[in-house]
Structures are given as structure tokens and as C-alpha cells.
């Protein structure tokens, strides 16, 4: 019976044994099995997750953020340890126990299916295990993943800390509204960093791993708090929490961003403009555009917050002063259904306004909706301003400024009352009008976005840092950045870098340059170029060319000077990468952008020299390394210990020199006299030197201004994006020249300015501005300009020194007498001289210039 016994025990024992080992073996094939080929975790020591791209400030404030996965590394010593017990107490409370994986829960949730029949089927993933999942396997939900991802769990416990494994889950993890990563997250929910959250913020944002779209602080708000308070009680009973910070948390209210409660992170940034997305496109373009919206760069930009505003103003409300000019109201931009707006429901119309796709960046202005029209006034509701008892009106006296003209451009009759314009579901554009005595309200006025567009680019001519940039009205309305990708003519603007070519080529400031007409057989026709004025004034010194902006005496220039040889200086300062040598292009014919050609301004004043333009100063990435750095000048002061007091580092420049410096200074002066008594004297006046140089194309379809103190460079262009005539009486002067104007004001008031530097190697001369002659040194009054010339070059005068670039002229051209400088206007005397094809023209006997007109480049 013994024997019997033990023998049945051996059998069992044996058979026990014999089914260990062979499940032992069935395991082991299992898991040879499913571990081949499977992913390399150690990968996972070297993670670099898809963060947020941020642009700051000169000053430091975020201004800008782009990404594709709205994310922001949080390193593990980093992560406060309320942070870490939540996701732990919500999602994996042994993890700090376990070795990847947990057989408790499995255990526990194979039971639960099993008991029942697979109705419930709860997870008994670690956060070990969704590591593994989210980083190196797919998501589905297959015996085999599973076991891969046990198996590679195992592996990187082995390989990873706790902390190391943490940190890449709590960064990973998508958490809703486009959140990934508990830090971005504290910030979309709750405008917060993670060290200032409270038990129940952080345990809300535990809560969400499992299923975000569940969770939703609004709609959801009933399950949100069950499973938040879920979360706390777990902190609690893993000792994580006091019952009575778990209690005073649990009966806390979820208040969220998404609940109207918090202001959110993106109010505290500027909307985004022309500055910030040429700054995205720049990058993009260096970096490669995915690395650019994952890396996790920091961009110091070197936009001035400041002049940015001025800048943004100052081309509006040069545009508007355009725009409202023509008084026209074109249909609106967005319609809203007027049945949806019946009613006295201010919270039905409020909704659907904010549904509307209409420009909200532009300062000073609100998004309106017609709701009635009255029989002389129209009663408005204002997006973000509250209704008062009354309402809020256009008045009939707002409208008669306009007629109405629809999409076909056919004209209506002026406007005598609000519904000869309006509508009653219009979506519109208002402003506050205001007193200026006291600033008190007087009505609401119409304002709509212009159809003429614009650029404005200002920077530092010494370092090329932009310190502003405007491409439109309105980067919501038109994200087309007319400062960097439009391409227009610039017309007169380009005249400077002809007269380079020339004062380069041993040409003076006081040579003199015939003024008469001139045709050429381009082989596609006869050209005849004219001055804007349809007049011509004879000879007159080469300042004069500038400051008149002489059509005639530019072409007869850069035929004597070549145009290869001009072309070869338009590529040098830039403003072409391939320019060509049509004459026609002296006069600014051939297209270019208003980044180049501000650029291009600035080495005049810098002294002639090279200096790229950038809106970056410096580029880190996400561990702060520098990846770019502008700036590449040379200080070697910089690296000793200390300097004696009152004595600043030197900062050697190492740029590549342009131009002669004296020919820079050359033609510096000549564009003041372009401010100070030529195309833009009326338009610009400001408190230090300033030098530059208008430009209007045939028709006025493009209109310029680019000018300079000693230390900065700006530029406005203004035209239709379809290009077309501006309209009688548009020039560069006139339109371009007050947006400069207001823009330097405050630059200046910032940034200083003073006398432009002059260069060694010359000598000063006493010149008379209209016929060039040198004149005593003692010599005084307004016709004198102290000309700069080469030591050892005297000024000539004489037929030596006059240039008719090949145009032949009749003998009998009248020198002009001084004092004359007005008598080019239609009705003063003048004489007739031949031209070079034996034709007669009317040369008026002074060097004066004619009204501004659209007729010719200018």
C-alpha cells in the first residue's frame, strides 16, 4: 500500500515536473519567439521628442510658438513630485516596485475577464509597458504585442532608472487639445508650469491618459471630477496625500481654461504677424520645416516690440489714408444668416460672430454684426464689448464719406444714410471715435480693410538686425508678407546704385549730366523715357539727378557709366541676384523686394559696407547649445578679465566692403537733399540727418520710399497686389514718405541718430547746386552744398565734365542760371533746341522739376 502510495505520488510528481519543464520550454520558445526582431529600446536612452519651437523677444518674451505635437520637455528632476504620485496613483501605483511588469494585475485582470465571460476586460499595463508601446511598438491589441511589450519592458528596466522611464512617459503622452507631455498640458488646461499646480489640477491631468476626449472639463464635467477625485483618493491611500489635503482637493471645482475660468496661455502672446511666420519660413527653409516645428528651438528674434507696433500702425494708417480717399465701401468681407441674429437673444449673435472667419488683429478695431437697420442709423452688436442699455450705431453721419460699389466694381450713389451701405447680418469693422481734447467717445465709426496693400521693413544698419517688419493691413487677413516675397518695381527708389556706379567710376558729385529727350530704338519699338514732369531742364550737376529724381539724366548716366557696369552694382548691394541690363532698368524696371532694397540702403549709411539683414540674432536648441549666431564681428576685448573704467570692448567689423566709403558719403548727401528740398521734402521731417530716396513707377502702380539715419534703414512700398494705377497724384513721396515719417519718429526717439560719419581720404569743396561750379570757401547762402571730393580731385567744370551718354544734343543747350531752380513748371520761358534725331524740343532755361504726376519713374 506504501509502495502503491509513493508510486502514484512519483507519477504525479514526475508528470509535474515533466509539464513544468515543457512549459517552462513552451515559454521560453514563446518568448524566443516574439523577441526577434523586435525594436532596440536602448533607442529610448536617446529620446528627443517633438517639442514646441518658441521665438522670443530682444527682451525675452515669448512673442511666437510653433509646433507640430504641442509639447515641452520636462527632464525628471524637473517634475515635481505631486506631478509624478498622481500619474503613479492613477496608472501604475507598484511601478515603483515592479521590474517592467506587474503579475498582480494581470492576474487580477485575467480573473476579472474570466469572471465576466470577457464583458469586462480592464489593462494591466505598467507605465513601463506603455513606454513600450507608445515609443516602439503599434497599438494594437494583439496577445503578441502584449507580450512584446512585456518582454521589452523587462529589458528596460535593466537599462533606464525609474526617474529615466518616467520622464519619457510623462513627456510622451497625449492628453488632449493638442497637449502632449504633462507640461504643455498644465499650460492648455490651467496656464500654469508644473511646479504651480494644485493636488487637483495635477490629479485631473492623471486622470486623462486613459481616454482625453472622455474627459472633457466642459462637456464632460460630471465624469472629469469622478475620475479626478478617483485619482486623489489613490494619492491618498498610497500615502501620497493627507485625507485632508485629499478632501479639500476633491471638493475643489474643476476650473479650467476650457471653462472660461483661467485666462488662456495664448492670450498672453501676441497674435502672430509678419515678423514671427517670416521668421518660421526663414527657419524652416535652414533647419528643414519638420525639425523646425519638432526641435524644440529657442529663437531670440531681434524684432523691437515697440517699433513692431509703430511699424504695424504707421503702414495702416497710411494704407486707410489711401483707402478712405476713394471713397468707396466694398461689400463685406463675411455674412451672417439674419435669421440667426432675430430676436434679442445677445448671446445667439455673439456665438455666431465669433464663428466668422474676419481679421481680429488689427489695433484699435472690433468685429461687429449689423443686427438692424434703422432708417438712419444702423444698431450694431460688438464682439467684445458689452451691449449697453441703449445699443450700439452707425449714424447716418458716419456713411457719407462712401458709395457703395459691389464685387463687379459698379458705383452707387453717396451715401446719405447707415442703410445705403449696410445690411442687416454685415459683418464690419469698427472703431471708437474719440475726442482729442479729452479722449471721450463721440460714435462708432465704419472702418474695412483696403484694398491697397503694403510693406514696411525698418533694421540697424551697422549689425542688420530688423527691428520691424509689416507685410500687409493685416497678417489674419492676408498672411502674404510684401515685405520679403512681393516683388515690385522699384522705380526711382533703384536711381541711388546708377549714381554709385558712377561716382565709383571717377564720376563727381558736380559732374555734369544733360537733360533732354532721348530715343532709342529697342529693337521692339522706339523708347522715349520721360521725366514725371513730361519736361526736360538741361544740364545739371549729378546731385541734382537725385534730388529731382531726373529720369532723362539717369539713362543718359548709366549709358555713359554701362549698364553691365550698373548691373554688376545692383548684384553687389543685393538687390538683384541676376540684374539685367536694359536700360530701362536704370529707372527701376526690373522687379526686386523691399528686403533687398533696405538692405541695400543700409550700406550706403553704414559707410559702404556689407551687412546681411536678419531677423534672428541666435538660434539653441533644445539643450541650449547654439546652433546659429548673427552676428560674426570680432571682439577681442571681450576675452580679457577686465577693462580699465570708462573704456569699452572694441568690436572689430570683418565685412566685405561694398563701396568706397567717400562714394557711400557722396551719395548719403546727396539723398539728404532728397529730404531736405527734393521729392520727399514735404513728407518727411525729422529731428537728425536723414538721407533717401523716393520712387514712383509708370502709372503710379508701385510707389516707394527707403531712407536712413546714421543708424537705421527703413522702407515702405504700397501698391495693389494685382498690380494697377494708384490713381492721379500717388507718388512715393506722398504716400510712402508720411509712414517713414511716423515710423523714424519713434525710432529716433529710441534709438537716436546724429550726423552721418565721414570718411578720411577727402576733401571738402564748396559746390553751386545748380551749375556745379566750385566756389570760394567763404562762400555762403542757399545755392552752396559742401561737396565731399578724393584728396587730389579737384571739382571740374566744363564741357569736360559734361555727360549726354552718347545722346547727342544741339550746341545751342542753355547752361541755367542760378535762383532758377522752380522754372521747369508749364508757362516759364525756355528755348528750342535740337534733339539727336533733328527733332525740336522746349528746354527750359532753369533746372526745375515738375508737380508730381504718374508720369514716369520718379
Not at 515719417?741 to 565721414?758: C, L, S, T
Amino acid at each position: 500500500m506504501i509502495r502503491f502510495t509513493l508510486g502514484i505520488f512519483g507519477a504525479i510528481f514526475s508528470w509535474l515536473t515533466i509539464g513544468l519543464v515543457f512549459a517552462a520550454l513552451s515559454i521560453g520558445a514563446v518568448l524566443y519567439m516574439y523577441s526577434r526582431d523586435l525594436p532596440d529600446h536602448e533607442t529610448l536612452a536617446r529620446y528627443t521628442p517633438a517639442t514646441i519651437s518658441r521665438i522670443y523677444s530682444a527682451e525675452g518674451e515669448i512673442v511666437d510658438e510653433f509646433a507640430r505635437e504641442r509639447r515641452l520637455f520636462v527632464a525628471a528632476e524637473d517634475v515635481p513630485d505631486l506631478v509624478a504620485h498622481a500619474f503613479v496613483s492613477a496608472e501604475d501605483r507598484n511601478f515603483y516596485e515592479h521590474d517592467g511588469y506587474d503579475p498582480r494585475a494581470i492576474g487580477a485582470a485575467i480573473v476579472e475577464a474570466v469572471r465576466s465571460r470577457g464583458r469586462d476586460v480592464r489593462g494591466a499595463s505598467t507605465i513601463t509597458q506603455q513606454v513600450m508601446k507608445n515609443f516602439l511598438l503599434d497599438g494594437s491589441r494583439t496577445v503578441e504585442r502584449k507580450v512584446q511589450e512585456i518582454i521589452l519592458a523587462a529589458r528596460i528596466e535593466q537599462t533606464l532608472s525609474k526617474d529615466r522611464i518616467l520622464e519619457l512617459y510623462l513627456n510622451e503622452i497625449f492628453l488632449g487639445q493638442n497637449s502632449y507631455g504633462v507640461a504643455a498640458a498644465a499650460q492648455t488646461y490651467f496656464n500654469a508650469s508644473l511646479g504651480e499646480l494644485r493636488p487637483e489640477q495635477a490629479a485631473y491631468l492623471a486622470a486623462l491618459p486613459q481616454a482625453p476626449s472622455n474627459f472633457h472639463p466642459v462637456r464632460d464635467y460630471d465624469r472629469a471630477i469622478n475620475r479626478r477625485n478617483y485619482v486623489l483618493r489613490e494619492m491618498f491611500e498610497n500615502g501620497y496625500l493627507s485625507r485632508d489635503e485629499m478632501e479639500t482637493a476633491q471638493a475643489a471645482p474643476l476650473e479650467t481654461v476650457q471653462g472660461g475660468h483661467i485666462e488662456p496661455f495664448r492670450a498672453t502672446v501676441p497674435p502672430r504677424n509678419y515678423f514671427t511666420d517670416e521668421i518660421r519660413r526663414q527657419l524652416s527653409v535652414q533647419f528643414g520645416e519638420e525639425e523646425f516645428f519638432s526641435g524644440g528651438y529657442a529663437v531670440r528674434a531681434t524684432m523691437d516690440e515697440s517699433l513692431q507696433q509703430v511699424a504695424e500702425v504707421a503702414l495702416r494708417r497710411g494704407l486707410e489714408r489711401y483707402d478712405r480717399a476713394q471713397g468707396l465701401w466694398r461689400e463685406p468681407l463675411a455674412v451672417i444668416d439674419p435669421a440667426l441674429l432675430e430676436g434679442t437673444d445677445e448671446e445667439s449673435w455673439r456665438a455666431a460672430l465669433a464663428d466668422t472667419d474676419i481679421a481680429r488683429d488689427i489695433e484699435g478695431w472690433h468685429v461687429a454684426v449689423v443686427l438692424s437697420v434703422g432708417e438712419s442709423s444702423a444698431r450694431i452688436g460688438i464682439e467684445d464689448v458689452p451691449e449697453d442699455e441703449d445699443g450700439h450705431f452707425i449714424p447716418a453721419e458716419d456713411v457719407t464719406w462712401a458709395r457703395p460699389v459691389d464685387a463687379d466694381g459698379n458705383r452707387g450713389n453717396a451715401a446719405r444714410v447707415a442703410g445705403d451701405l449696410l445690411d442687416v447680418g454685415d459683418v464690419i469693422h469698427v472703431r471708437a471715435m474719440t475726442s482729442d481734447s479729452d479722449g471721450s467717445f463721440i460714435r462708432w465709426t465704419l472702418r474695412q480693410i483696403p484694398e491697397v496693400q503694403g510693406g514696411f521693413m525698418a533694421m540697424d544698419v551697422n549689425t542688420g538686425r530688423v527691428l520691424a517688419m509689416q507685410g500687409g493691413f493685416s497678417y489674419q487677413y492676408s498672411v502674404f508678407n510684401r515685405a520679403t516675397q512681393a516683388t515690385r518695381q522699384p522705380g526711382s527708389s533703384f536711381k541711388p546704385f546708377v549714381y554709385a556706379a558712377a561716382l565709383d567710376s571717377g564720376y563727381s558729385p558736380n559732374t555734369i549730366v544733360i537733360d533732354a529727350p532721348i530715343e532709342l530704338d529697342t529693337g521692339a519699338g522706339i523708347w522715349r523715357p520721360t521725366n514725371a514732369s513730361n519736361q526736360f531742364y538741361g544740364p545739371a550737376p549729378l546731385r541734382t539727378g537725385i534730388v529731382r529724381s531726373r529720369n532723362l539724366m539717369t539713362v543718359r548716366l548709366a549709358q555713359d557709366v554701362g549698364m553691365e557696369t550698373v548691373a554688376r552694382y545692383a548684384e553687389r548691394f543685393g538687390v538683384y541676384d541676376d540684374a539685367e541690363t536694359f536700360l530701362a532698368n536704370s529707372l527701376g524696371s526690373q522687379e526686386t523686394t523691399l528686403f533687398r532694397m533696405v538692405a541695400a540702403y543700409a550700406m550706403f549709411a553704414n559707410g559702404g559696407e556689407r551687412v546681411q539683414p536678419t531677423l534672428v540674432d541666435r538660434v539653441q536648441d533644445r539643450f541650449g547649445g547654439t546652433v546659429y549666431r548673427h552676428d560674426q564681428r570680432l571682439c577681442p576685448d571681450c576675452e580679457l578679465a577686465s577693462l580699465e573704467p570708462g573704456v569699452a570692448p572694441r568690436i572689430v567689423s570683418n565685412r566685405e566692403r561694398v563701396i568706397d566709403p567717400i562714394t557711400a558719403y557722396q551719395l548719403t548727401s546727396m539723398m539728404r537733399g532728397v529730404v531736405e528740398r527734393g521729392t520727399a521734402s514735404s513728407t518727411v521731417n525729422l529731428p537728425v540727418p536723414i538721407a533717401g530716396k523716393t520712387g514712383t513707377t509708370n502709372d503710379a502702380r508701385d510707389v516707394w520710399f527707403v531712407g536712413f539715419s546714421s543708424n537705421i534703414a527703413a522702407g515702405c512700398y504700397i501698391g495693389h497686389d494685382q498690380p494697377r494705377p494708384l490713381g492721379r497724384g500717388a507718388s512715393g513721396g506722398g504716400m510712402c514718405g508720411p509712414v517713414f515719417n511716423e515710423f523714424m519718429q519713434a525710432a529716433i526717439e529710441e534709438y537716436g541718430g546724429g550726423p552721418f560719419r565721414v570718411p578720411e581720404g577727402g576733401v571738402f569743396y564748396n559746390i553751386d547746386r545748380f551749375s556745379g561750379q566750385r566756389l570760394p570757401d567763404d562762400a555762403q547762402g542757399d545755392h552752396v552744398v559742401a561737396e565731399l571730393f578724393r584728396q587730389g580731385e579737384e571739382p571740374i567744370y566744363g564741357l569736360l565734365a559734361i555727360v549726354d551718354g552718347g545722346f547727342a544734343m544741339g550746341s545751342d543747350l542753355p547752361m541755367f542760371a542760378r535762383g532758377e531752380e522752380d522754372a521747369g513748371e508749364a508757362g516759364t520761358t525756355g528755348r528750342t533746341v535740337t534733339t539727336s534725331t533733328g527733332d525740336s524740343a522746349r528746354v527750359p532755361t532753369g533746372t526745375g522739376f515738375g508737380t508730381l504726376s504718374s508720369g514716369g519713374l520718379y
